[in-house]
C-alpha cells in the first residue's frame, strides 16, 4: 500500500488528503485587538466529529498516532494565522522576539512570567534586567536544530508555566520567530499538566497560531507523548 493512501478497516481506499482534512482545525472569526488576540478575542473550538479531542489521557486517547511525516503534514496544511502573540491558552502567550522586547505591550496584557525559548542569543536577552523585577523570567538556551535536545527542558519549562498560571499570573513564551522551540514548550505543557495527546495538543494550539516545531522537536514530543501514556496505565 503506498503512504498516500489510507484504506479504513472494511471500507474503499481514502486519500491521505482526505485523512488529513478531517486533522485541520476550522476556520474561525476573531474579534482581533492590536498587536496580539487577548481575552477580547473570540474562542472557537473545532466542530464536527473529527478523529481528535482534547480528552484526559486517562479516558481518552488521540484515535490518530501519526508518525513524523503525519505531523509535518498536518503543520504544512494549517492555515498561516501569526500575530505579535496569540493567547493560546487561558493567560498562555505565544509569540516572537519582537514582542518580548515591547515592555508597554507585555504590561498591558498584564504579563507576570516571560519563557524565553531563545535565552542567550544576541536578539533575546530577556531578562529581568529588561522587564524588572515584577515579571519573572527563565530562560531555555536553545538552538532551532533538529539535533538539539530540547526534552531536557520540558519538564521545567512546563514548571515555570503551570506555576505561573496556578498563582494567577500570565506567561508569555517566545523564541526567536514563536513558532518553533517555544511553541514546543507550550506544547509539551499541555500534555504534562493538562494530561492531553500531542496531536490534540497540537491541534488545539493551531486553533490560535500557526507552529512549526523542527523534525527534531517533533519527535522529542512523540517519545514525551509515549511515557506520558505509559504512565497513565501503570497509574
Not at 491521505?16 to 482545525?25: E, I, M, T
Not at 464536527?48 to 481518552?60: A, P
Not at 516571560?114 to 527563565?138: I, P, R
Not at 523542527?214 to 497513565?232: A, H, S, T, Y
Request: net charge positive; with cysteine.
Amino acid at each position: 500500500m503506498s503512504p498516500s493512501t489510507v484504506r479504513p478497516s472494511g471500507g474503499p481506499r481514502r486519500s491521505a488528503s482526505v485523512r488529513a482534512s478531517r486533522l485541520r482545525p476550522s476556520r474561525r472569526c476573531w474579534k482581533t485587538s492590536p498587536g496580539c488576540r487577548a481575552e477580547r478575542c473570540q474562542w472557537r473550538r473545532p466542530s464536527g466529529g473529527g478523529g481528535v479531542h482534547m480528552s484526559d489521557r486517562g479516558s481518552q486517547q488521540d484515535v490518530e498516532d501519526p508518525d513524523l511525516d503525519g505531523l509535518e503534514y498536518l503543520l504544512h496544511s494549517a492555515p498561516r494565522s501569526c500575530h505579535h502573540c496569540d493567547e493560546v491558552w487561558p493567560s498562555l502567550y505565544l509569540g516572537h522576539m519582537f514582542m518580548s522586547h515591547n515592555k508597554l505591550g507585555l504590561w498591558q496584557l498584564g504579563v507576570t512570567h516571560v519563557l524565553n525559548a531563545a535565552h542567550g542569543k544576541l536578539y533575546c536577552q530577556g531578562s529581568e534586567d529588561l522587564y524588572g523585577t515584577m515579571v519573572k523570567c527563565y530562560g531555555v538556551p536553545d538552538n532551532d536544530l533538529p539535533t538539539f535536545d530540547l526534552s531536557l527542558f520540558f519538564y521545567p519549562a512546563a514548571e515555570f508555566i503551570n506555576q505561573a498560571l496556578t498563582s494567577g499570573g500570565k506567561v508569555f513564551v517566545h523564541c526567536a520567530v514563536g513558532v518553533g522551540p517555544s511553541a514546543t514548550l507550550v506544547l509539551a505543557f499541555l500534555m504534562i499538566h493538562h494530561q492531553h495527546g500531542l496531536l490534540s495538543s497540537l491541534r488545539f494550539v493551531q486553533q490560535k497560531r500557526w507552529i512549526f516545531p523542527n523534525r527534531g522537536f517533533l519527535r522529542q514530543l512523540k517519545v514525551l507523548d509515549r511515557k506520558l501514556q505509559e504512565k497513565g496505565l501503570d497509574e
